[in-house]
Structures are given as structure tokens and as C-alpha cells.
């Protein structure tokens, strides 16, 4: 091949003129690239794990379930399966024990208003 800088005939594999000294860029850089895009291609399923085991912890478990199927969807790669399988059991947990919470209040509620009819209970005190 001939160097693009100063036209001189290079073997085909130098990475740098022996004439002029500058990068040929014989070997090409398609592997980077490709690995970049697939990068950005796969941080919608990333981002969904993420989120899906934030949610839980701001009160919106149900909404972390979601999140966390949806990122099971989308990632093709399964390169962040763990994330968002990890997103759903915590979703999961925190779901199942704020209805086992309410329930368990709810019952104490009833039972002291069973226990002292007509006071109307003001701080649960358990
Ligand atoms: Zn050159």
C-alpha cells in the first residue's frame, strides 16, 4: 500500500511510515467500534435493572416488578440478566412485606379498637 501522507509504497502491514514516521492505520479499528455500539445499544436493559431495584426502596415496588420484566425483555444479550433478576426478587421481597406490614397493622388497629371500644387509637403504640 502507499502512505496517505507522503505517497511512498509501505508494506502492507506497517503500522508506521518508515519514511515519514505517521500512523498508517494499516490494521483497522472495527473491533472498538464494535464493542462501543454494543455497549450503548445494551444500556436500556442496564438502566431498567437499575431502576427496577431503586423503585422498591422509594416506596414503588410494583413498579420495580414492571421495570424488571421489561428489562428481561429487552436485553437480547442477557448481559444484564443478573441485574434485572436481582431488581425483581427485591421488588418481590419488598412488595410481599409491605402488604405482610399493612395486614399486621391493620390487625393491631383492629384489635385495639376491639380492646378499647370507643377510643379512637391515635399513635399505635407496638
Ligand atoms: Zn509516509
Same mark, same amino acid.
Given at each position: 500500500?502507499?502512505?496517505? =501522507?507522503? %505517497?511512498?509504497? !509501505? +508494506?502492507?502491514? &506497517?503500522?508506521?511510515?518508515? =519514511?515519514?514516521?505517521?500512523?498508517?492505520?494499516?490494521?483497522?479499528?472495527?473491533?472498538?467500534?464494535?464493542?462501543?455500539?454494543?455497549?450503548?445499544?445494551?444500556?436500556?436493559?442496564? /438502566?431498567?435493572? !437499575?431502576?427496577? /431495584?431503586? &423503585?422498591?426502596? /422509594?416506596?414503588?415496588?410494583?413498579?420495580?416488578? !414492571? $421495570? &424488571?420484566?421489561?428489562?428481561?425483555?429487552?436485553?437480547? @444479550?442477557?448481559? =444484564?440478566?443478573?441485574? @434485572?433478576?436481582? %431488581?425483581?426478587? /427485591?421488588?418481590?421481597?419488598? $412488595?410481599? $412485606?409491605?402488604?405482610?406490614? *399493612?395486614?399486621? =397493622?391493620? !390487625?393491631?388497629?383492629?384489635?385495639?379498637?376491639?380492646? @378499647?371500644?370507643?377510643?379512637?387509637?391515635?399513635? +399505635? *403504640?407496638?
Amino acid at each position: 500500500m502507499f502512505c496517505k =501522507y507522503c %505517497g511512498k509504497q !509501505i +508494506p502492507d502491514d &506497517a503500522n508506521v511510515c518508515p =519514511y515519514c514516521g505517521k500512523e498508517t492505520h494499516a490494521k483497522k479499528s472495527e473491533p472498538v467500534q464494535e464493542v462501543e455500539t454494543k455497549k450503548t445499544s445494551d444500556s436500556a436493559p442496564q /438502566i431498567f435493572g !437499575i431502576l427496577s /431495584i431503586v &423503585a422498591p426502596f /422509594i416506596g414503588l415496588s410494583f413498579v420495580g416488578i !414492571i $421495570l &424488571a420484566i421489561i428489562g428481561l425483555c429487552i436485553d437480547k @444479550n442477557k448481559a =444484564y440478566k443478573g441485574l @434485572n433478576v436481582a %431488581g425483581l426478587i /427485591i421488588s418481590i421481597i419488598i $412488595l410481599i $412485606l409491605t402488604i405482610v406490614l *399493612s395486614i399486621v =397493622y391493620f !390487625i393491631l388497629i383492629a384489635k385495639y379498637i376491639e380492646e @378499647n371500644p370507643g377510643v379512637i387509637p391515635q399513635y +399505635p *403504640s407496638f
